[in-house]
């Protein structure tokens, strides 16, 4: 038994998915299965990934550091830890 999901996306993001799905060969909605295949199963996770800047990292190795030693600053929620480092 299958069934059909529905969902919105920006129009750009799924062109881009969509061509780079058929470059490599592959039809989109085959992609979008394989992907929901593996997430079920657990071989497939969300994941952020972030660009940080060296000057950043620095930063936050200091921040570590001070935190390993009890001092630093302590963030109540991650909405301000979040805040903290694109502030820097």
């Known amino acids: 038994?299958?069934?059909?999901?529905?969902?919105?996306?920006?129009t750009k993001i799924k062109e881009?998915?969509?061509?780079?799905?058929?470059?490599?060969g592959v039809p989109f909605a085959?992609?979008?299965?394989?992907?929901?295949?593996?997430y079920a199963e657990g071989e497939l996770g969300v994941g952020l990934v972030m660009e940080i800047l060296p000057q950043k990292m620095k930063l936050l190795e200091r921040e570590s550091r001070l935190?390993?030693?009890?001092?630093?600053r302590h963030f109540?929620?991650?909405k301000d830890a979040q805040a903290f480092i694109d502030n820097i």
Not at 30 to 38: G, H, I, N, P, Y
Request: aromatic share 6%.
């Open 16 to 24: 881009k998915a969509m061509k780079r799905a058929k470059a490599e």
């Open 1 to 10: 038994m299958t069934s059909q999901v529905i969902f919105k996306i920006d």
């Open 76 to 78: 109540t929620s991650l």
């Open 67 to 72: 935190l390993d030693k009890g001092k630093g």
């Open 30 to 38: 085959s992609f979008l299965k394989m992907a929901t295949e593996k």
